[in-house]
């Protein structure tokens, strides 16, 4: 699927966009530690640290939902071949009796013609 805006995949958008991201919460922790440390603000370290908090919290979401999609999708996957797999037998037993019964008909043809011929 491609962005009609930019011609780009919308895989590498993201992509792109999680890059900008982790550049400016790189640049706003650089700059809140210069300030702290120049003495130009007083807040508390973890104030100083929470771009790169909300960054690791955030990156954390992501694998946990990661978890839970890929869980999802190797659940579907199973049943969709279990659904394949259970088709396939019943085809295959479709086959099976089709066959018998064609043959028992031709069995029953030939004797009929057996019988034709000794009478």
């Not at 908090?53 to 999708?73: D, G, N, P, Q």
Request: aromatic letters at 12%; hydrophobic letters at 40%; charged letters at 30%.
């Amino acid at each position: 699927m491609k962005n009609r805006l930019t011609n780009q995949p919308a895989k590498d958008i993201k992509e792109e966009n999680m890059k900008e991201f982790k550049l400016f919460a790189t640049l706003i922790q650089v700059a809140f530690i210069v300030m702290k440390l120049c003495g130009a603000i007083h807040w508390s370290w973890l104030l100083i640290f929470s771009p790169i908090l909300l960054y690791l919290v955030w990156m954390a979401f992501r694998f946990v939902f990661s978890v839970f999609y890929v869980k999802h999708e190797i659940k579907k996957s199973r049943e969709s071949l279990r659904n394949r797999m259970d088709n396939l037998k019943r085809l295959q037993q479709e086959q099976q009796e089709a066959m018998n019964k064609r043959k028992k008909e031709l069995e029953e043809k030939r004797n009929e013609q057996s019988n034709s011929y000794l009478n």
